[in-house]
């Protein structure tokens, strides 16, 4: 199957700066890109979605200075959590798909966020 | 609107004994349909999905999974669990002509020796 890397996998950080997350499709091109933030021991919850070469589509609620998306290319999209505070300590997974593929999407391995 | 339902947060069973996780869902089109594990600290990992044609579905590790649309229920199941498959499990509903997916609360499963 088609792969997605995340990186980094873990990533503490002090609160008041900022934090940048990668996802990237390997062995395809990911025209759109799916970010998730999951609280322990819950469900995932979409943030954003991202198409290749224009602005995000956030969720009702998520702010969207708080977290910039940017999808410059068909492989790389990144999050960035802008001025962190610990409250935005969470686990954040990204999906890609080709919607030129008859495919899901697939999912990265997550990124574990600490702000201390 | 769609929506995923996963009644039961958290299920104990024997080493070697069935399962089964129920999965209930909304949906306005034709669903599209998949579970995935995630052991902790770890990201998703697809175990089978379900888009069309035969309704038992066959997946990865020995799960498979039944798409009953009268019921709007997509369970898995498994005949005998290992140890290994201790983990949470993640029913999700989409469709691939649009970009929406979304995950039940999940059901965590905890095996027994």
């Known amino acids: 199957g088609a792969v997605v890397s995340q990186h980094p996998s873990r990533v503490i950080c002090k609160s008041g700066t900022s934090v940048k997350i990668e996802c990237r499709s390997l062995?395809?091109?990911?025209?759109?890109m799916f970010w998730y933030r999951q609280f322990p021991k819950k469900s995932l919850m979409l943030m954003a979605t991202?198409?290749?070469?224009?602005?995000?589509?956030?969720e009702q609620g998520v702010e969207k200075d708080k977290f910039l998306i940017n999808h410059a290319s068909l492989t790389l999209s990144t999050l960035t959590v802008t001025s962190a505070h610990p409250e935005d300590s969470s686990f954040y997974i990204c999906?890609?798909?080709?919607?030129?593929?008859?495919?899901?999407?697939?999912f990265g391995q997550g990124t574990r966020l600490t702000v201390v | 609107a769609q929506s995923v339902t996963q009644p039961d947060i958290h299920i104990t069973v024997s080493e070697g004994a069935s399962l089964e996780l129920r999965c209930n869902y909304s949906y306005g089109a034709t669903p599209y349909l998949f579970w995935y594990v995630q052991s902790p600290g770890q990201g998703l990992q697809l175990l089978l999905k379900?888009?069309?044609?035969?309704?038992l579905v066959q997946g990865i590790k020995g799960f498979e999974a039944e798409f009953k649309r009268s019921q709007s229920s997509f369970n898995l199941r498994k005949p005998s669990v290992h140890w290994s498959d201790a983990a949470e499990y993640f029913c999700?509903?989409?469709?691939?002509?649009?970009?929406?997916?979304?995950f039940g609360a999940g059901t965590r499963l905890t095996v027994k020796p």
């Open positions: 999906s890609a798909r080709d919607i030129n593929m008859n495919t899901e999407a697939f």
């Open positions: 379900y888009f069309s044609g035969d309704t």
């Open positions: 991202s198409n290749e070469g224009s602005k995000a589509t956030y």
């Open positions: 999700a509903v989409g469709a691939l002509n649009n970009n929406d997916m979304r």
């Open positions: 062995d395809f091109q990911a025209t759109t």
